[in-house]
């Protein structure tokens, strides 16, 4: 779940993977009219990396729209092309789907070349020239700094192209220490970056399996928090 910080409107949006599975397919509607009631802003639904779950992202989107929410898809660059990005825009746009998430995504396993897109700033710059004003488009944000990154400054340089290229507004990655998400706001000040930066909020329900995960995109468990668990 992600909710705004103070100086903006309370919104907040859910984040669902795409269903693998009939079962799944069934759990997730089950779970949408439960979050429904909660008049989130939109759900937004993950894409695979390289795109590998385009599809099933695409019928989620469609079937959320069909019950008159809002819904955001992930759309990532990475081994993608113009073509193909343009062609699965277009379909949303038929859709009557009028946000994105755009990132840029990570490589499926053995695959070398990046495709058309480095960067997401690029994807950003390309929706926006395909759609112009259509899209309201969230992009990634992160407040303990992108696990590839050089450094901090080298990070928001990175983010504030995004930003310039037509976001709209932000959701970070999850994250335990407030005092990150504080920090990475003054720093966003000091760029003249002042678009909606949500924050990433991950319900702890398997802690092993989170620990894993925080190591590969370098969110911190607290001291604390680790010893509680």
């Known amino acids: 779940m992600m909710q705004s ?5 309370q919104a907040f949006s859910f984040e669902f993977y795409p269903p693998k599975t009939e079962a799944g397919a069934l759990a997730l509607e089950t779970v949408q009219q439960q979050l429904a009631s909660l008049n989130p802003d939109f759900f937004s639904v993950t894409y695979g990396a390289g795109g590998t779950t385009r599809d099933k992202t695409f019928d989620a989107i469609v079937n959320i729209q069909a019950k008159g929410i809002d819904a955001a898809p992930h759309l990532s660059c990475v081994a993608s092309t113009k073509d193909s990005i343009r062609t699965i825009i277009s ?8 946000k994105l998430v755009a990132l840029r995504g990570d490589l499926p396993s053995g695959m070398m070349s990046t495709g058309e897109f480095r960067y997401a700033n690029e994807l950003v710059e390309f ?3 395909e759609t112009a004003a259509h899209f309201q488009i969230h992009v990634a944000a992160y407040p303990e700094v992108h696990p ?3 450094n901090c ?6 983010f504030k192209r995004k930003v310039d290229a037509g976001a709209d507004a932000a959701i970070t990655q999850y994250f335990y220490n407030a005092e990150a998400y504080y920090n990475f706001i003054d720093l966003c000040e000091k760029y003249g ?4 930066i949500v924050p990433g ?4 329900t398997q ?8 190591e590969m995109c370098g969110a911190d468990i607290p001291r604390w928090l680790r010893k509680t668990f």
């Open 5 to 9: 910080q103070q100086k903006y409107p």
């Open 148 to 150: 590839q990154a050089y």
């Open 91 to 98: 379909d949303y746009v038929a859709q009557g789907v009028n």
């Open 127 to 129: 929706i926006r020239t």
């Open 193 to 196: 970056i002042d678009i909606p």
């Open 201 to 204: 909020i991950m319900p702890i």
């Open 153 to 158: 400054v080298e990070d928001m340089k990175n």
């Open 207 to 214: 802690y092993s399996q989170l620990s894993r995960f925080s």
